[in-house]
């Protein structure tokens, strides 16, 4: 189907879904490409009033698709805002709660949305994969990598930071470091999840 309306935005959508009443046979797909121009009437509608905080940019380019077949999931979207680009894949079997998600944003100009902040581009990159949605079970693994290439904050430039976590047997570890003119640091944590009592450590250098 196709919605526009005129100086806010243009949608266009379709898929096929089939056999959605069997669990174990079901199958489809949903596509969107959206093209947005003055969205910011929006934000009256959260019930805020309008102060320019928070805005939404024209001529952002929004595509997303999602596919199922089974207890299988896979969804995907892509926006471009400028000359930023974001990235989401991800993809989930309801079946064995096995899970796989990444995220990349490219020079997305952050100012455009929060005009009165003092942040800028954005560069980052992320994945995540595991099985078990229940993070306190001890039969749950997971693990996640989060790199910030680039942020800008007023005068400061951050880069070179990088988090990395593990779930497994309910204890989540994580490691942050840090390699910049601003902050070099690193830091480990460690907790557990299912303990009775608070069960965790950290330790940082600085």
Do not use: W
């Not at 390699?179 to 690193?186: E, P, R, S, T, W």
């Amino acid at each position: 189907f196709t919605a526009d309306l005129p100086g806010a935005f243009s949608l266009h959508a379709g898929g096929v879904l089939e056999n959605l009443a069997d669990s174990l046979a079901c199958s489809g797909t949903i596509g969107m490409d959206m093209t947005t121009l003055n969205l910011n009437f929006l934000t009256a509608l959260s019930g805020e009033a309008p102060d320019g905080t928070v805005l939404i940019p024209d001529s952002m380019d929004l595509t997303a698709r999602i596919d199922l077949k089974g207890p299988e999931y896979k969804a995907n979207l892509r926006l471009k805002q400028g000359q930023g680009t974001m990235g989401v894949n991800a993809e989930l079997n309801t079946s064995t709660e096995v899970y796989a998600a990444d995220l990349k944003i490219n020079d997305l100009q952050l100012h455009n949305f929060l005009p009165k902040d003092s942040l800028y581009e954005l560069s980052l990159s992320a994945d995540a994969k595991g099985q078990g949605l229940d993070i306190m079970s001890r039969k749950s693994s997971g693990k996640l990598n989060l790199s910030l290439d680039r942020l800008r904050y007023a005068r400061y430039r951050l880069s070179d930071i990088h988090l990395t976590g593990e779930l497994k047997g309910a204890l989540a570890t994580a490691r942050l470091t840090s390699d910049n003119v601003l902050l070099k640091m690193a830091a480990d944590a460690e907790y557990d999840l299912a303990s009775s009592y608070p069960d965790g450590k950290a330790a940082v250098d600085v």
